[in-house]
């Protein structure tokens, strides 16, 4: 089975610094961190409104990180240019309305394909490893193929949400999506609400690559600290791919 990676999205310790104005928490130092816990990557989300991120801390993780930047951006003139000048090792195009509290779904890449086609190919000539965060839909999954990037994350904010039968039926959605995404030659990979109650069945969908999970870590890290979350999350990550494993034989 294929190795299964967790990205650490640390947008939410800038959150709690800017709730201050502060210098601190430092979004950087958490990066090191969960680094240091076993992180395979770090993603950070650049909005148009610097809500938490600044430009200042792509800089720095740019600089200063030993583990891949996965730059989450929106679809946009400002947002390509400091992608291309920070260079980190992936872009995840997403949606971004300026009143939500958080991403909500998935970029639309059979609506939008033209105006993301030019964004998509620039990125990939700089040598930056491109993604598309839609919903686990096959027309969504064509029109990322169709569009050049060589990876997708599945947004799972719907199937952690639900309960009981519903989030049962999401959760074979997202399975779908991932083993008809991988048919394609796309490398699978998920986020947005993952939490420990929520996060083993997804691991264990064997064609996701990588899951980015970011919120709850941050909020676990105020009872446990930030490392402990962390290794907690990666445990469990394993614990689910090791019994599907052993399933599958």
């Known amino acids: 089975m294929k190795p299964l990676r967790l990205g650490v999205n640390i947008d939410h310790v800038a959150t709690v610094r800017e709730a201050r104005g502060s210098a601190y928490p430092d979004p950087v130092r958490a990066a ?133 039968a519903e989030q049962e039926r999401l959760l074979e959605k997202l399975r779908e999506a991932a083993a008809y995404g991988d048919s394609l030659g796309l490398e699978i990979h998920a986020g947005h609400g993952l939490t420990f109650a929520n996060v083993k069945p997804v691991a264990a969908i064997p064609e996701i690559r990588e899951l980015n999970i970011g919120h709850f870590l941050v909020g676990e890290a105020i009872f446990v600290g930030l490392e402990n979350s962390i290794r907690r999350m990666r445990a469990l990550m394993d614990e689910a791919r090791s019994v599907h494993r052993v399933a599958a034989k």
């Open 32 to 164: 090191k961190l969960a680094e240091a816990a076993g992180a395979d990557g770090i993603t950070a989300h650049l909005r148009e409104d610097r809500r938490h991120i600044s430009d200042a801390d792509i800089e720095r993780l740019s600089r200063e990180l030993h583990i891949p930047l996965n730059l989450e951006m929106a679809a946009t003139d400002e947002m390509l240019a400091i992608a291309l000048n920070a260079k980190p090792h992936a872009a995840c195009i997403v949606p971004e309305k300026r009143e939500e509290r958080t991403t909500e779904g998935g970029i639309d890449s059979v609506g939008q394909h033209n105006r993301l086609a030019p964004l998509v190919r620039q990125l990939g000539a700089a040598r930056i490893r491109v993604s598309m965060f839609i919903e686990p839909d096959k027309q969504q999954l064509d029109a990322s193929r169709s569009l050049g990037a060589p990876v997708v994350e599945l947004h799972t904010g719907a199937y952690c949400d639900a309960t009981g």
